[in-house]
């Protein structure tokens, strides 16, 4: 599969770009917690249409370039918080599996449809997370243990089928599904981070087989991963990521999620707005 090198104006001005994705999604994600997945996929979205990219796999391109990523921040963070005894192994271990089949059903799925199809399932969704953000409460329960045996087998591979489909990790679904099944939530963020290796390692692997036509894509994608998006989105929230921290610990992050909440909302519902092609 031939790579098309672009010209030198043309890949600063994606350089520049990916490079401001990065940034503001590293500090998002020390400053509020949330995955980068929910930032980047929009951002990458708009970015590469841009810079005039704007093909009937835009989208696929953008999901499977912010799970490449989510394979090293999760990797990352799960290490982080098996060191302070966070991880709940058990909850990851039993939920793996269908959460891996889920994802490689994400892939099957998500490669088989058009771009446009794709941002409404991100809208969508994208709204329902975002309200969940802005009015969820952390003492909202349907039950005090995690569900088993059928249940479990129907909402793990839903959690990796809908991740995949957005192009996100664990957080966005696994930590308000933890949190409602009685799990504490320092706890479901830390085995959330396992859910995003699992969603992502399969993932990822499928998308670098896909086929995409090469004048459709950005400049050194593999498959559907574009690897300069990769690289400096990674290097980037190496950099920022404790920036975000460091805010976290100097102001109240709650009504900030508000706010975030709020926009991630707008940017959904114009993501829907140009699927239905208002």
């Known amino acids: ?18 490079m401001i994705i990065g940034a503001f999604a590293g500090v998002l994600a020390g400053l509020l917690g949330v995955g980068g997945g929910i930032v980047l996929v929009p951002s990458f979205f708009y970015a590469f249409q841009t810079l005039g990219y704007d093909g009937p ?10 799970l490449a990523t989510i394979i090293v921040t999760s990797l ?4 982080s918080h098996h060191k302070k005894g966070a991880v709940d192994w058990q909850i990851l271990r039993t939920w793996a599996i269908g959460i891996a089949v889920g994802a490689v059903l994400g892939v099957l799925v998500a490669s088989s449809l058009r771009s446009t199809t794709l941002q409404g399932l991100f809208g969508g969704l994208g709204i329902i997370i975002g309200l969940y953000l802005g009015f969820g409460r952390s003492h909202w329960r349907l039950a005090e243990q995690m569900p088993r045996g059928l249940r479990r087998a129907i909402l793990s591979p839903a959690v990796g089928f809908l991740s995949v489909l957005m192009g996100i990790g664990g ?10 099944y009685g799990v504490p939530i320092h706890r479901a963020v830390a085995t959330a981070a396992g859910f995003g290796i699992t969603i992502a390692v399969p993932s990822v692997a499928g998308f670098l087989l896909l086929d995409v ?3 459709n894509r950005p400049p050194f994608t593999i498959g559907a991963v574009n690897m300069v998006a990769f690289f400096v ?3 980037m929230t190496l950099v920022t990521t404790p920036w975000g921290v460091r805010l976290a610990h100097a102001m109240d992050p709650k009504p900030l999620k508000r706010v ?4 991630l909302t707008l940017v959904a519902l114009n993501m829907l707005r140009k699927a239905l092609g208002w």
């Open 1 to 18: 599969m031939p790579i098309i090198l672009p010209d030198t104006t043309l890949l600063l001005q994606m350089l520049a770009l990916l």
């Open 57 to 66: 796999q835009l989208m696929q391109i953008c999901l499977a370039t912010s």
């Open 76 to 79: 990352r963070s799960v290490l």
């Open 171 to 180: 957080g966005s679904f696994g930590v308000p599904l933890m949190s409602l």
């Open 213 to 215: 036509a090469p004048e």
């Open 233 to 235: 989105v990674i290097a």
């Open 260 to 263: 975030f909440a709020v926009f």
